[in-house]
């Protein structure tokens, strides 16, 4: 069983910078998608990033495309989203999750949101 853990939120001014972590417990080996969500107040989830840990194939969301990096550590277990140039739109409850797989599952999982494992999220706040 995996198990994830974030950090790293807090509420930053508009143009700031923030890093999350997710540390994640368990052996995932080279056969995980790992991903960020977000969630905004009235909003429905969506998926801003994706890495396979087998490769290090990346997602991007357009939205945020040039301004967030999705990294991980993987003697560290640990996987990272740096934001860049925060704007009061990515105000959000942040997710990391976790999902068995290929390297071409990871994105098709993030638009259909069938990632199986996941974190308790942490909050960015970004203010105009």
């Known amino acids: 069983q995996v198990q994830l853990a974030e950090s790293g939120g807090g509420s930053v001014q508009a143009g700031d910078s923030l890093r999350l972590s997710c540390e994640i417990h368990?052996?995932?080996?080279?056969?995980?998608?790992l991903a960020w969500f977000r969630q905004a107040p009235e909003k429905a989830r969506k998926g801003v990033a994706s890495?396979?840990?087998?490769?290090?194939?990346?997602y991007i969301d357009d939205s945020v495309k040039g301004r967030f990096t999705i990294s991980q550590d993987n003697a560290k277990n640990i996987m990272y989203l740096q934001m860049n140039n925060l704007k009061p739109d990515d105000t959000a409850m942040y997710y990391c999750?976790?999902?068995?797989?290929?390297?071409?599952?990871?994105?098709?999982?993030?638009?259909?949101?069938?990632?199986?494992?996941w974190g308790q999220g942490t909050q960015v706040t970004v203010l105009s």
């Open positions: 368990g052996d995932i080996g080279s056969k995980y998608c």
């Open positions: 999750a976790a999902q068995a797989g290929a390297a071409w599952d990871c994105l098709p999982a993030v638009i259909r949101d069938e990632y199986k494992e």
């Open positions: 890495i396979h840990t087998g490769g290090g194939m990346r």
